[in-house]
């Protein structure tokens, strides 16, 4: 486990610009600690030491504003960035090398049991506020742009953004977006469709204004 540990804290002071060390990261990160305390928290779980798993990850949630469930499934190298109101709720699985930023809920759509929350692939970036919500896959290498609702499956290498989100890309830079950190040179959907729209009123009002001109001249002759 400390091994795994160290390897987060080494992987989070890669990706993060503002990491001076990794001694920093492992001191004053609460997003690392936040990590700590569910590998405690999920090894008691595991062996159904149900209560306390639930006071360990309880303590991380008070000291770190991140609330992770024992149960939840969490893979190497994750990186909650600052991390305040993140939410991941039990039966949430996340891959290798994936990044969260805050505000953002892995969460349920129901009281139904078994599996009722989000799988999240390897090297997906999940942007500050965005809600992914049941239990269904996002891809590998997946985007998924701030304050996004995502109620449905995300292909891999796909980005998608907005309330709901919408598919934006598929099959494009082929950069782990966890490594790259992005999160505003994508476009928006809802701008591109106003787009079209405005475009549609100014080629119907041209042919309107031709038909007029039509009219005007048969009245004439």
């Known amino acids: 486990m400390l091994k795994s540990l160290l390897n987060d804290a080494r992987s989070i002071a890669e990706r993060d610009p503002a990491a001076k060390s990794t001694i920093e990261v492992i001191l004053l990160y609460p997003g690392f600690h936040a990590i700590f305390f569910h590998r405690i928290a999920h090894w008691l779980y595991k062996r159904k ?34 991390g305040m109101g993140v939410v991941i709720g039990e039966t949430a699985e996340i891959g290798d090398n994936c990044t969260i930023y805050h505000g953002v809920t892995l969460g349920g759509t129901g009281k139904d049991k078994g599996k009722r929350h989000p799988t999240i692939g390897n090297n997906v970036l999940i942007g500050a506020g965005a809600k992914i919500l049941g ?50 040179h994508y476009p928006d959907p809802l701008a591109q469709e106003m787009c079209k ?15 007029k001109e039509k009219d005007k001249q048969t009245d004439q002759k």
């Open 49 to 82: 030491r149900f209560f306390l798993a639930r006071l360990v990850s309880q303590i991380s949630r008070f000291i770190t504003g991140i609330e992770i469930h024992p149960g939840a499934v969490i893979g190497n190298g994750l990186f909650i960035d600052h």
């Open 197 to 211: 729209l405005m475009l549609r009123v100014e080629h119907l009002e041209a042919q309107l204004k031709i038909e």
């Open 135 to 184: 239990p269904f896959t996002v891809g590998d290498n997946a985007m998924i742009g701030a304050g996004s609702v995502v109620m449905e499956e995300v292909e891999p290498n796909a980005t998608v953004t907005g309330p709901k989100a919408r598919l934006v890309k598929r099959n494009g830079k082929r950069v782990a977006p966890s490594m790259d950190l992005d999160q505003i």
